[in-house]
């Protein structure tokens, strides 16, 4: 039969809605800098002046043989994870072969038509699989990170210096699947109609035919005239929800080096004006329109102070220890729906990471590890990472980058990173995982 546009069931595109909506993770430490995501979102112990903003204000302090100025402008990165299980879904089309099936029964079915339990029992075995593939997808996690920004920074042991701007966000999100009920009643409704026809047309004596009502009368989905009257508009209670955290920075660096009990120790600090944006976003599927998730009715801003303090010490010839905390004032943002305060909220605390590396004259190698956990405010398991890196220098122009990033807290996340840097103006990176990927590019120059 041939259904008005409208009665398209919108379960059937909630993928493509949550895929623009977002329950939030916790912000990951890492930001989209190029150069670091190329060796596995390493930094503490190993970012250039272009990235210490974002990794450790104190290697502000440290000059580099490529040059102690450097001019990132623009970089930005975005990074995918958990969408391979939507994408399995669209390619099994289970949408488009309901419509199909529903569209192939007449307006007016005859009765006596001997295709017309076939016809209805395809709906069911349609509906069916509908189902099933929605349920493996309901719940389950997926996202987006994004950053970007730009940054002017000076190396120097005295008193180095960097201004930056930049965002960062992390998105997530899933479809919150309650329809199951219904759309095995929709297909054993279905099923039944069909059987009780295929019996009725074996006693039919030829002439004018009707539907018996034995067919019909118990079943919620099949009217008197064998119409499929489910109807997504009513019949569906499936929600998708949005939670979403955007941080936006205006942030001046600082660095110094000191003498301690002989010991060459960097200082950083990065005090910065934040402002953060929540997102808070629940519709049935029937109801939600992905574009009115960033509505003002679904948002709140905040504007704060906040520092990130960072250390940084030789222990040995080549060797490099770094020590960062970020955001070092915890800070909490409710949510609120059309300007009313929704009573949940979401924290941001402080975020400590170590890191040590190693310098020779052609490569370097990196490593990070987590101190804290990054708690996950919506579906999934907490981020602690753990990351490896290592730069080639095989020639003064070009640099060759790779790495990994396990995180600890959910092997999904964990990845394998490669990148390049070209006339220290380029930088170009890629991360891909068993279930994410990514990447992040860098114009700029350091001198």
Known sequence: MNRPEKQRLPIITAAVIAAFSAEIYALPFNSM??????????????????????????????????????????????????????????DADYVDKLDQAINAIPNDPDPTDTMLPGQYRDVANR??????????????????????????????????????????????????????AVLDKLADDVDSFATCLADAQATYAGGSEVIPASCYASLNYIDATGQV??????????????TGLVMSEVALSFATERMIEGQSVLFGVTPKIVKTT?????????????????????????????????????????????FVIKNLIGQTYEFER??????????????????????????????????????AAGLGDDSRQIALGAEFIPIDWAKLRVG????????????????????????????????????????????
């Open 278 to 322: 929540v997102i808070e976003y629940s519709e049935t599927v029937n109801d939600s329109d992905s574009g009115d998730a960033t509505d003002d009715d679904y948002t709140a801003d905040y504007s704060d102070f906040n520092l990130d303090l960072g250390a940084s010490y030789m222990p040995a010839p080549g060797w490099r220890a770094g």
């Open 338 to 375: 059309f300007g009313v305060k929704s009573g949940r909220s979401i924290d941001v605390k402080p975020m400590a990471r170590a890191g040590i590396a190693f310098q020779s004259d052609w490569y370097l190698l990196a490593a990070d590890i987590d101190l804290t956990a990054n708690a």
């Open 127 to 180: 509906a069916r699989e509908l189902n099933g593939g929605l349920i493996d997808i309901s719940d389950t996690p997926f996202g987006l990170d994004l950053g970007g920004g730009a940054v002017f920074g000076r190396a120097d042991r005295q008193l180095g210096m960097a201004i930056s701007l930049g965002a960062t966000g992390s998105l997530a999100g899933g479809i919150y699947y309650r329809d199951a």
């Open 404 to 447: 990994y990033r396990a995180d600890v807290g959910n092997s999904d996340r964990s990845v394998a990173t490669v990148g390049f840097g070209l006339f220290n103006a380029v930088d170009l990176a890629v991360a891909v995982g068993s279930d994410e990927i990514g990447g992040a590019l860098r114009f700029g120059y350091q001198f």
């Open 229 to 242: 009257t489910f109807d997504s508009d009513q019949d569906l209670d499936s929600s998708v929800a949005v």
């Open 33 to 90: 800098d190029p150069r670091a995501l190329a060796m596995g979102g390493t930094g503490v112990a190993s970012a250039n002046v272009m990235s210490a903003t974002a990794y450790n204000p104190a290697m502000l302090a440290l000059p580099q043989e490529q040059g102690s100025y450097g001019i990132s402008f623009p970089y930005f990165g975005v990074s995918g994870y958990g969408f391979q299980d939507f994408i399995d879904f669209e």
